[in-house]
């Protein structure tokens, strides 16, 4: 049974504090049959116990089960799929911006929706990786290498759960509170998770993609992840006053990532800031897409679960070679 | 009504509560500030106009703060319920004594209302026999010129003070209670020996509205027409008018004034009149010599003589003045039966009911200013500021100007006067006629010179409508203090209201 999209919409996803629940309401908000079921066979992962049949392995028999309970049963794993899937959520000052009439916030909702991309992707079998940028001097503050197993869910989950305005910086052994990255350090993030990643890795980036004093070094990472076969993904999210659709009021804008920079004028009214803006993401976007990355669009007020039913569908950002 | 005692501290509060109007007019300009991420992308517009954002509360505020500024303004203000509007009364004290007799006729022209009065309470004051006065109330009505007549005093009637004048005027006054304002009237012709405690009792009483003193131009023999004086007055024209006024006020007809300075009076004039005044204005550096020349007085000139100053002396002084060589020539014999009978011209009068006596060389010994001397009328900051200067028949008052001083104007005119009365006061009071003056104030128990003996008048309604008037303006003061605390409490719970929710509004934008 496929859930309305409403009946999940951001704020109530953000009102539950476990991340884990919140992605797996999501998930299971797709419906039966859309995601994989997981791959069970060699792996790292205990699944479950399965009475032994003829032709099993030897190796798998769980002796210590057998001499409590004198049945033969096998241990049985979670495949990995092979595929290494590392998300990029975005952490700097333009994302910790919600707009006048939203309650969510973009990298809250970056957080959300990577929970259950991840989550999905996790079921199909990927492992999973984490790099968040917003390092104290440009540098990533949150770095999870993709691995497999449960532990490593947790600890996506839980860095996921910690990232936001005065949250502490994971990496940091003074462990600061993260307020907002500096400029160019998405680029520098990206660069970053392409060091963790295999060859036929996936990377996801959620970010406004607002760092603009290195939009090339933001393009040159995907670009080189594609030439050498990876997959990538990036998911742009904007507010609706962000994207002109708000903010009729005529006020003194500041960028929160350069707060010298001031303008006054009215979002909502302003129909070359609209052309602008579409100009900016057609040039971010063109040769992400150019490259086979997949762009996808969010705006922070909409329900996350028609973007993951179309990431499902679209084969989890998977493209053919 | 509500009358205020410092309307000046009104204007301030209004000046005041402009204050707030301005800051938030000033406040409203700045811009308001939020957060967009993508700001870059905006058209500047700096020429639209900022909207003013007017939440209730800040109108709220506005008001208080302009509520606190008009409040402590008009507390300060000294307001005082006066009342409900009820017209206004005109109360004429007459004094029936023997000064007015002579004019009676135009005392009665002098009694009447000048302009519409709601009411009018008219009293005359006779001599009474052991020097207590009579107070006989008339009607509301101006009487007829017969019943007028009828009322003038006697040839045998004695003086009448002006304390008793101004207790009359408190006697008549108190019944013309709950008006708006009170106009009241004295008609008399003053002498000096009658000014001192009327002065004091005039600057020491809270008297709720305006007190008119009229003094009718008198000739100061029975049966010679006002005119028989002769003015002489050089000086400019502002201080003609004012030394014209001043010497009206001391009972001095001016019938002729020349114009101009250096003008003199024709010679018929002075050969008809009955004395000739000379005044002669001047500025600083001409009087200087003046100040020098004068002879030294006070208490130490008095004791010189070692006579025993006091009304007593002013019939000796009088005649040893006619003994003196140019008085024969410039003075007419009218002159002489006018100081005789107590009502010599003023400006020697002043002079002479002092009891000073001034040293001089060649003067006659005693009682007598010799021609020349100067005796200080005016002080201001312990020096001499005008002088009268006495001639064998002539009074010089000198009013110095000092170069840069602005001109003398109503309100200079007003201290002048006053000043010119309390130094006659003084030189009294040093001759001694202080005593003959207390001890008729304290038969009256007017009590005048003393504020607390004042209220403290058993028939002082005056002094009892003060009191009541005082209260009732503390109690609107108290009342407006405590409003402006109370609009004071509330501006700040209001503001500290207003930062909460700013503070709040700040945390949401920036989310």
């Known amino acids: ?321 | 009504m509500i009358e205020l005692a410092r309307p000046a501290y009104l204007w301030a509060g209004a000046v005041l509560a402009s204050v707030p109007v301005l800051l938030h007019l000033l406040r409203a300009r700045e811009r308001v500030r939020k957060p967009l991420p993508t700001a870059r992308f905006l058209t500047p517009d700096p020429r639209r106009r900022v909207r003013i954002h007017r939440r209730p509360d800040q109108i709220l505020l506005l008001l208080l703060r302009m509520s606190i500024a008009a409040a402590i303004g008009a507390a300060f203000a000294g307001p005082r319920w006066i009342g409900p509007a009820n017209g206004t009364a005109t109360v004429v004290v007459v004094d029936a004594g023997a000064a007015t007799r002579p004019v009676w006729e135009a005392v009665r022209d002098l009694a009447g209302p000048d302009g519409p009065a709601d009411r009018l309470e008219l009293a005359l004051v006779r001599p009474g026999d052991a020097g207590a006065p009579t107070l006989v109330r008339l009607d509301s009505e101006l009487p007829g010129r017969e019943s007028w007549t009828e009322l003038a005093p006697d040839e045998q009637a004695g003086e009448v003070r002006l304390g008793h004048l101004l207790r009359a005027l408190r006697d008549v006054a108190g019944r013309s209670t709950g008006v708006d304002s009170l106009s009241a009237r004295i008609v008399t012709v003053p002498g000096w020996a009658a000014w001192g405690p009327g002065v004091r009792e005039l600057r020491d009483s809270l008297w709720p509205g305006r007190i008119e003193l009229v003094v009718p131009a008198v000739p100061r023999s029975p049966g010679t027409e006002p005119r028989a004086q002769t003015v002489v007055v050089q000086a400019d024209a502002p201080l003609r008018a004012l030394v014209a006024t001043a010497l009206a006020v001391l009972g001095v007809a001016a019938d002729t004034l020349a114009t101009g300075a250096g003008a003199e009076a024709d010679g018929d004039d002075e050969a008809d009149a009955d004395r000739v005044v000379r005044l002669r204005v001047g500025r600083e550096e001409s009087l200087g010599p003046l100040w020098q020349a004068a002879p030294p007085t006070g208490p130490e000139a008095d004791s010189q003589d070692g006579s025993a100053p006091g009304p007593d002396r002013e019939a000796e002084a009088g005649s040893e003045r006619e003994a003196g060589p140019e008085a024969d020539e410039r003075r007419p014999p009218d002159s002489t039966a006018a100081a005789a009978s107590g009502r010599s011209a003023v400006a020697d009068a002043f002079l002479l009911l002092d009891g000073r006596v001034l040293p001089g060389a060649g003067s006659p010994p005693r009682g007598i200013p010799s021609p020349g001397s100067t005796v200080p009328l005016l002080r201001t900051g312990g020096r001499p500021a005008a002088a009268a200067r006495v001639g064998a028949l002539d009074c010089d008052i000198a009013l110095p100007l000092t170069p840069g001083a602005p001109i003398l104007g109503s309100g200079d005119l007003a201290v002048l006067l006053d000043a010119v009365l309390r130094e006659a006061c003084g030189v009294a009071e040093a001759a001694g006629a202080e005593e003959a003056w207390r001890a008729l104030l304290e038969r009256d128990g007017t009590g005048a010179g003393d504020r607390s003996r004042a209220g403290s008048d058993p028939n002082g309604r005056v002094a009892a409508a003060d009191v009541r008037g005082a209260r009732a303006g503390l109690s609107l003061t108290r009342l407006l203090l405590a409003l402006a605390l109370a609009m004071g409490v509330a501006e700040i719970w209001t503001t500290r209201r207003m930062h909460d929710r700013r503070s709040r509004s700040a945390v949401e934008d920036r989310r």
Do not use: C
Request: aromatic share 6%; no cysteine.
């Open chain 1, 1 to 321: 049974m496929t859930v309305p999209d409403e009946i999940l919409p951001p704020e109530l996803l953000d009102g539950l504090d476990d991340l884990e629940w919140a992605a797996r309401m999501v998930a299971r908000g797709l419906g039966p049959g859309i995601h994989t079921s997981p791959f069970v066979g060699q792996g790292e992962e205990f699944e479950r116990h399965r009475p032994y049949q003829q032709g099993d392995d030897l190796r798998h028999l769980d002796w210590r089960l057998l001499a409590r309970t004198d049945r033969l049963h096998v241990r049985r794993f979670r495949e990995a799929s092979n595929v290494h899937t590392v998300f990029v959520v975005d952490a700097s000052a333009s994302m910790d911006f919600a707009g006048t009439g939203g309650d969510v916030t973009k990298l809250r909702y970056a957080v959300l929706l990577a929970a259950a991309l991840g989550y999905v992707a996790r079921s199909g079998g990927d492992v999973l990786g984490l790099v968040i940028p917003g390092g104290t001097r440009g540098t990533p503050a949150t770095i999870l290498p993709p691995r497999p197993g449960r532990e490593r869910w947790k600890a996506f989950l839980h860095a996921l759960q910690a990232t936001g305005p005065g949250r502490l910086d994971t990496t940091s052994p003074e462990s600061g509170p993260v307020q907002g990255g500096l400029p160019g350090s998405l680029a520098v993030a990206l660069e970053e998770s392409a060091g963790l990643l295999p060859r036929g890795g996936r990377l996801v980036v959620l970010s406004d993609f607002l760092d603009g004093q290195d939009v090339d070094g933001v393009l040159r990472t995907p670009g080189e992840l594609r030439a050498r076969g990876d997959d990538g993904v990036a998911i742009r999210i904007l507010t609706p006053e962000g994207l002109g659709e708000a903010g009729g009021e005529h006020a003194l804008w500041t960028d929160p990532e350069h707060p010298e920079r001031s303008l006054p004028g009215t979002p909502g009214r302003d129909p070359g800031y609209r052309a602008r803006l579409d100009a900016y993401y057609d040039a971010v976007s063109g040769p992400l897409e150019a490259l086979g990355v997949s762009w996808y669009e969010a705006r922070s007020t909409d329900p996350p679960l028609p973007l993951v039913r179309r990431w499902i569908r679209e084969g989890s950002g998977r493209r053919r070679r």
